[in-house]
């Protein structure tokens, strides 16, 4: 009997935020059981009580996560989630970089919201040069209920920081519910280097709390909405990394919630096997 051997997984990425509940070593079994090549983990909390999970360098953890990663053939993308606002004190944050680092990430994904741009612009450029210290890149998203509301106040900021190792990261709903537009995205295109996927139906939200509850509990699965996903990932020509981010809502299993997210990224992004 002949055995058909798998082709190769397509270098697609799925975020912590899709199954939070997971930690970590179970994200990385049941992400990749799911198809995917790539995981985010988040190892610090993107707002005040959210859930992260700490694997400090060195720990028996951290140890016990590289090597179930590395069996299951899954890499480690970035690491979310830091705010930089107006307390931001890039050094503060140096352990959290050299655990992701450890792990093998190679970006770490960062929010805007300090009214001041100057100080913003300048904490994210020391942000970088922390990052850069252990090969790593710095990515900025616009959320509409923060300072950086809108994907042009990404691209300021990145202007301004000036950074080689800074970049956009675009996520389908902040993108579009923002107003931005494909041809915007096609004119800053280089500086785009993580997109995730994700849809949205109806108006968009109008006020920061009911554009929170689209963001932490109202996505659905790339092609299950409105946006145009298909236009978004063919307007960045410079390689930038697709992943996927739909939180798991409600009592549905997660691994089947990850086969279903890959399934239909699958069905934006057409590959050709």
């Known amino acids: 009997m002949t055995v058909a051997t798998p082709g190769p997984r397509l270098e697609l990425g799925v975020a912590h935020f899709s199954s939070i509940g997971l930690p970590p070593k179970e994200f990385a079994v049941t992400a990749a059981r799911a198809g995917f090549a790539s995981i985010g983990i988040r190892l610090h909390p993107a707002f005040p009580g959210a859930p992260f999970y700490e694997l400090p360098v060195s720990s028996h953890s951290a140890q016990e996560f590289k090597a179930i990663a590395d069996g299951e053939g899954i890499k480690i993308f970035d690491i979310e989630f830091f705010v930089i606002d107006e307390t931001f004190?890039?050094?503060?944050?140096e352990a959290t970089v050299a655990a992701a680092a450890n792990i093998g990430a190679r970006r770490l994904s960062v929010c805007?919201?300090?009214?001041?741009?100057?100080?913003?612009?300048?904490?994210?450029?020391?942000?970088?040069?922390?990052?850069?210290?252990?090969?790593?890149?710095?990515?900025?998203?616009?959320?509409?209920?923060?300072?950086?509301?809108?994907?042009?106040?990404?691209v300021k900021v990145l202007n301004a920081c000036g950074a080689e190792n800074a970049g956009a990261l675009v996520d389908g709903v902040h993108f579009f519910r923002n107003g931005a537009s494909i041809d915007e995205l096609r004119a800053n295109a280089g500086k785009v280097k993580h997109i995730q996927l994700?849809?949205?139906?109806?108006?968009?939200?109008?006020?920061?709390?009911?554009?929170?509850?689209?963001?932490?509990?109202?996505?659905?699965?790339?092609?299950?909405?409105?946006?145009p996903l298909e236009e978004l990932c063919a307007a960045t020509e410079y390689g930038?990394?697709?992943?996927?981010?739909?939180?798991?809502?409600?009592?549905?299993?997660?691994?089947?919630h990850l086969?279903?997210?890959?399934?239909?990224?699958l069905g934006i992004l057409k590959p050709d096997h």
Do not use: Q
């Open 198 to 227: 994700c849809d949205a139906r109806g108006p968009a939200p109008k006020t920061s709390d009911a554009m929170i509850a689209e963001a932490r509990s109202g996505r659905f699965a790339p092609g299950e909405g409105e946006l």
């Open 240 to 256: 930038a990394a697709i992943s996927v981010e739909v939180p798991l809502v409600g009592s549905v299993d997660p691994e089947a």
């Open 112 to 154: 805007g919201d300090d009214r001041d741009g100057g100080r913003l612009a300048t904490n994210l450029a020391e942000f970088c040069g922390v990052a850069a210290r252990y090969g790593m890149s710095v990515d900025i998203e616009n959320m509409g209920w923060r300072t950086v509301r809108t994907f042009r106040d990404s």
């Open 89 to 93: 004190v890039a050094a503060s944050h």
């Open 259 to 265: 086969k279903h997210l890959h399934a239909s990224a």
